[in-house]
């Protein structure tokens, strides 16, 4: 959607560029031409490379937002006082997944290991509106 919000604006903006160079070399001025097609090129090369990096992330199966995974360590480290080893976010349509590893303690009981990880998930579910946490524990 902010894909093609953007697009909009560039084509917008590209019109204008065109219809003002066209304008300016009807005035006399002849290299407006030149200068107006060289910034619609550039707003062309922009956006193909905006579509081809989003096009890649969708195809990967990844999600570009590093603040939110940030926040998610920040959460749990606060909360649980637990380490966090990764995590990795998908895209689930109009919601994500989040995939989150950490580190506890090897003498703690199975018990124990299950309460924190299922604290840790609904946790994640219901601040960060995921549609699918998984809480992966991984011995110290």
Same mark, same amino acid.
């Given at each position: 959607?902010? +894909?093609?919000?953007? @697009?909009?604006?560039?084509?917008? %903006?590209?019109?204008?560029?065109?219809?003002?160079?066209? +304008?300016?070399?009807?005035?006399? !001025?002849?290299?407006?031409? %030149? =200068?107006? %097609?060289? !910034?619609?090129?550039?707003?062309?090369?922009?956006?193909?490379?905006?579509?081809?990096?989003?096009?890649? *992330? #969708?195809?990967?199966?990844?999600?570009? @937002?590093?603040?939110?995974?940030?926040?998610?360590?920040?959460?749990?480290?606060?909360?649980?006082? #637990?380490? #966090?080893?990764?995590? /990795? !976010?998908?895209? *689930?349509?109009?919601?994500?997944?989040?995939?989150?590893?950490?580190? /506890?303690?090897?003498?703690?009981? *199975?018990?124990?290991?299950?309460?924190?990880?299922? @604290? =840790?998930? @609904?946790?994640?579910?219901?601040?960060?509106?995921?549609?699918?946490? +998984? #809480? !992966?524990?991984?011995?110290?």
């Amino acid at each position: 959607m902010s +894909l093609d919000a953007k @697009n909009s604006i560039k084509d917008g %903006s590209a019109s204008f560029v065109g219809f003002g160079s066209v +304008l300016a070399g009807y005035f006399g !001025i002849s290299y407006m031409d %030149s =200068i107006g %097609s060289m !910034i619609i090129a550039g707003y062309i090369f922009f956006m193909a490379y905006t579509a081809f990096r989003e096009s890649t *992330l #969708v195809l990967i199966d990844a999600l570009k @937002n590093p603040k939110l995974q940030e926040d998610i360590i920040k959460h749990i480290k606060d909360k649980y006082h #637990v380490k #966090v080893e990764d995590v /990795l !976010i998908r895209p *689930l349509g109009h919601d994500f997944s989040a995939q989150i590893h950490i580190v /506890l303690d090897p003498n703690i009981t *199975l018990d124990r290991v299950y309460e924190i990880t299922n @604290n =840790i998930q @609904n946790s994640i579910a219901t601040e960060f509106k995921t549609g699918e946490t +998984l #809480v !992966i524990p991984k011995p110290l």
